[in-house]
């Protein structure tokens, strides 16, 4: 009796475990920038919670030959944008926002014209702390504004350069 009950234990937590992993990323407010006849590139936004410490190592979607994660930031009075070559850290429990003017998901080298009012895949990988990698596809919808609540910031679109 005490083997089958330590048996259906073990079950239950690797069921349960197996759950938590794959809940530890939460996103909210995803939005993609609208854009217009020619223009191939644009940018993505969200707010990541992690429960653990991690890392957004990756980002990749259909509608753009390349994906990058961005960050833009002043450097003496000059706003500057550039790859993060090695990911985008998530403090666990802290809610860390890709929003304009900031760190931000660029979609280049878009393949299609993003139309306001339809969605498109954006799957990111996840690394945890020891090394192992997850993915979490979201689909994110186009807009021209950000969700109430997120600000426009400095990122109003025009010419990107690496």
């Known amino acids: 009796m005490k083997y089958k009950t330590r048996l259906l234990a073990l079950i239950a937590?690797?069921?349960l475990s197996g759950q938590v992993a794959a809940q530890t990323i939460a996103i909210t407010n995803p939005w993609v920038r609208a854009t217009v006849q020619g223009?191939?590139?644009t940018g993505a936004f969200m707010t990541v919670t992690s429960k653990?410490?991690?890392k957004l190592v990756a980002v990749s979607s259909p509608v753009a030959g390349i994906v990058e994660i961005h960050e833009m930031k002043m450097d003496k009075d000059v706003m500057k944008m550039a790859a993060?070559?090695?990911g985008l850290d998530l403090p666990a429990g802290k809610p860390v926002d890709l929003k304009p003017g900031s760190y931000?998901?660029?979609?280049m080298d878009l393949k299609l014209p993003l139309n306001k009012d339809v969605s498109v895949p954006l799957t990111l990988?996840?690394?945890d702390v020891a090394?192992?990698?997850t993915q979490q596809t979201v689909q994110v919808p186009v807009s021209t504004s950000p969700p109430a609540g997120q600000g426009m910031g400095m990122h109003q679109g025009g010419?990107?350069?690496h």
């Open 13 to 15: 937590s690797l069921l």
């Open 39 to 41: 223009q191939k590139a």
């Open 52 to 54: 653990e410490n991690a």
């Open 84 to 86: 993060l070559p090695n």
């Open 104 to 107: 931000h998901i660029m979609l």
């Open 125 to 127: 990988t996840i690394q």
């Open 131 to 133: 090394g192992k990698k």
């Open 159 to 161: 010419e990107h350069k």
